[in-house]
């Protein structure tokens, strides 16, 4: 079992960047692909990013090249550095076990880590244009 609570949200306006942090307590993030899920109210969730015991990352292509996943596995955190934001990356931003292993393709984040069942609460990210 792994519990999740995600930080470092905020209001920024378009072009500027934030970090998130997730702390998990429970089982070491070693063992699973982590990653970042985030969801517009109305919409479906989104899987942004991933990283998994192996240190291969997947990203939505949205997101490419502008965010960056890493963790600390000393630390049992995982983060995620946006930068060059837009106003479309507005969201509630979840960290979550997506599996037990390796990352899945970005497209089966979301309903992996729905079947492994460790999300965090959440934090928003506001871009203002």
């Known amino acids: 079992e792994v519990h999740l609570t995600e930080s470092g949200g905020g209001s920024v306006q378009a072009g500027g960047s934030l970090r998130l942090s997730c702390t998990t307590s429970?089982?070491?993030?070693?063992?699973?692909?982590i990653g970042w899920i985030r969801q517009v109210p109305g919409s479906e969730r989104e899987g942004v990013a991933g990283?998994?015991?192996?240190?291969?990352?997947v990203y939505a292509d949205s997101v490419k090249g502008r965010f960056t996943i890493s963790k600390d596995n000393a630390k049992n955190t995982l983060y995620l550095q946006m930068n060059s934001l837009k106003p479309e990356d507005t969201s509630m931003y979840y960290c979550?076990?997506?599996?037990?292993?390796?990352?899945?393709?970005?497209?089966?984040?979301?309903?992996?880590?729905?079947?492994?069942?460790?999300w965090g609460r959440g934090t928003q990210v506001i871009v203002s244009s």
């Open positions: 990283v998994d015991k192996r240190g291969n990352e």
């Open positions: 429970g089982d070491s993030i070693t063992n699973y692909c």
């Open positions: 979550a076990a997506v599996s037990r292993g390796i990352c899945p393709p970005i497209g089966g984040v979301v309903s992996a880590a729905r079947r492994l069942g460790y």
